[in-house]
């Protein structure tokens, strides 16, 4: 893919009929810094559309033990080394930050990257590193899940450079301002997570962008709980841009793929990823594993990429789009 031939981060989908933006979520453990830089580099140049990465303070797959950079420093430093692709936390963790905070970050990223950053934020889930670094993480999932709600809501008002003044249940501001506003005129918002009571009204009533994961049947099961939210609340579900999340990688054939997802499992400490499907093979037979998803709607495909980083499957996306568009031909003949 040419410079230019992306989607840009305030673009509508709906300007490109049939576009499907990839974007390669960096796993930022288990690496050291000059292999995650240059695989967001690679995947800048290769035509990607996005490089996300983790917001954790320790390991979540495998042994908790194994390194892990943090979260927005390193978005920061990919987006001063790249040009094109978005950057974001898939997703950040609203625990670990006041709203007031995550919004300069946000915008301070939006300034490094030249208006390329999204805002990616969840509830969080992993309570050992809450306890292990003294962070409050909620009596419960729904106090934590309130907390988020809140704090998206703050998160619009401040990034769409409204003076806040707010006395809520969680959060308490006294005439906080973010200056200087974003580069973006709207800088998106990705809420990552399928609670079906409290996140998906979450991303109903506030966001610009949702992340989810699963096989095909609980899926279905969440896009149509946000439907029944978003009606709920008055909101076109059409405007929500749906993402979500695989594993894969490509290889000439399912068995050369297996066994290079092997290596990276055992690199990481990981026995096997059972929750989720995983894509392996050539780029046709990755095609057709996407495609029943691509055909419920989503237009964002997040690549969970595990260290050591596969340069092969970075290289080889503009492969995969071309396979996409022949199921897609194929479909319409």
Known sequence: MNEGDGVSPTQSLGERPGYVKFGAQLWSQASDWPAFRDAAIAADAAGWDGVWTWDHLLAIQGPWQQPIFEGWTALAAVAAVTRRVTVGLMVGANTFRNPGLTAKLATT???????????????AWFDREHEA????????PGERLAWLDEAVALLRRLLDG???????????????????????DHL???????????????????????????????VEEKIATLREHCAAVGRDYETIERTISFPMLLRDDRDTAQAAFDERLAHN???AIT???????????????????????????????????????????????????????????
């Open 109 to 123: 990223l939006d300034h490094i990257s030249d208006g390329r950053a999204i805002l990616g934020i969840g509830g």
């Open 133 to 140: 670094f003294g962070i409050p993480f909620g009596k419960t």
């Open 162 to 184: 409204e003076l806040v003044i707010h006395e809520g249940e969680f959060y308490t501001f006294r005439d906080a301002l973010v200056v200087p506003r974003p580069i973006q």
């Open 188 to 218: 998106p918002i990705l809420v990552g997570g399928s609670g079906r009571k409290k996140t998906l009204r979450t991303v109903a009533l506030r966001a610009d962008a949702w992340n989810t994961s699963g096989f095909l049947d609980e």
């Open 269 to 271: 400490g990981i026995e």
């Open 275 to 333: 929750e989720l499907p995983i894509l392996l093979g050539s780029p046709a037979e990755v095609a057709s594993e996407l495609r029943p998803f691509l055909d419920l709607g989503f237009a964002h495909v997040i690549v969970r990429t595990l260290p050591p980083y596969d340069r092969e499957t970075i290289d080889r996306i503009g492969e995969l789009r071309q396979a996409l568009a022949a199921t897609t031909s194929l479909a319409g003949a």
